[in-house]
């Protein structure tokens, strides 16, 4: 049963955008307690990116592939911090591993994630439990990878998605192995770190547009 397409990613980008800009104070203000709080101003300026030449993008595109591929490269390019090629990656590498495809089913979507997920641990070299995006995205990913089959898919994304956000609350007892956050030691302690907080609301997106 296919559950996406190319509009469905198209609009996903909008929603994530329009996230962005809501979201943008508060996970500044979680950066601001842990890193330099940009991290909310690095996501929006990223989107804003990608929104604005979303119709474009979407007109000159032929597969999911190249439409998720050239938005991870308005990421790279238009953020400056630690988040930008992370995210960049997740979107090049998500679309890459549906090469040609303009519609998928619910366990290629999850092979689309893990190869995202994938991507950003290739890069930032982070592991679960180093206060980072990946306290989120890892036991999401893990619970999609032993449930994409399963006909309810709604309800295996709505739990994954739960499970993310329960990852992003794990961050605030520990210490940052990886990133800024590593220089403050023990005074990251009782603090969430934002990349954790931003992953699991950005891929509620793709929840939330599943519903539709
Ligand atoms: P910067 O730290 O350069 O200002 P941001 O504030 O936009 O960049 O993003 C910070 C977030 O990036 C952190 O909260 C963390 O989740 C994530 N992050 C930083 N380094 C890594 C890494 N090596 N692996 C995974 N995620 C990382
Ligand atoms: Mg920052
Ligand atoms: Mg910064």
Do not use: C
Request: aromatic residues 8%.
């Amino acid at each position: 049963e296919v559950i996406a397409n190319k509009t469905f990613f198209k609009n996903s980008l909008i929603k994530m955008a329009e996230l962005s800009e809501e979201q943008r104070d508060y996970w500044t203000s979680l950066d601001s307690n842990i890193g330099d709080g940009d991290h909310g101003i690095n996501l929006s300026i990223g989107f804003r990116g990608i929104s604005k030449e979303i119709e474009e993008l979407d007109q000159t595109t032929e597969d999911i592939h190249s439409l998720l591929k050239k938005s991870g490269m308005i990421l790279l390019s238009k953020v400056g911090g630690a988040s930008g090629p992370l995210y960049g990656s997740f979107f090049i590498k998500m679309g890459k591993e549906v090469e040609g495809k303009t519609e998928v089913t619910f366990p290629e979507f999850v092979e689309m994630l893990q190869s995202g997920i994938d991507a950003i641990q290739a890069r930032g070299k982070a592991e679960l439990q180093d206060k980072t995006m990946l306290d989120a995205l890892l036991p999401g990913i893990e619970y999609l990878q032993a449930h994409k089959n399963e006909e309810d898919y709604l309800t295996v994304m709505e739990k994954a998605i739960q499970m993310m956000q329960e990852g992003a609350e794990s961050t605030i007892p520990l210490i940052a192995k990886k990133g800024r956050a590593m220089r403050l030691g023990e005074r990251a302690i009782g603090h969430k770190d934002p990349g954790a907080e931003s992953s699991w609301m950005l891929l509620n997106v793709f929840y939330e547009e599943m519903k539709k």
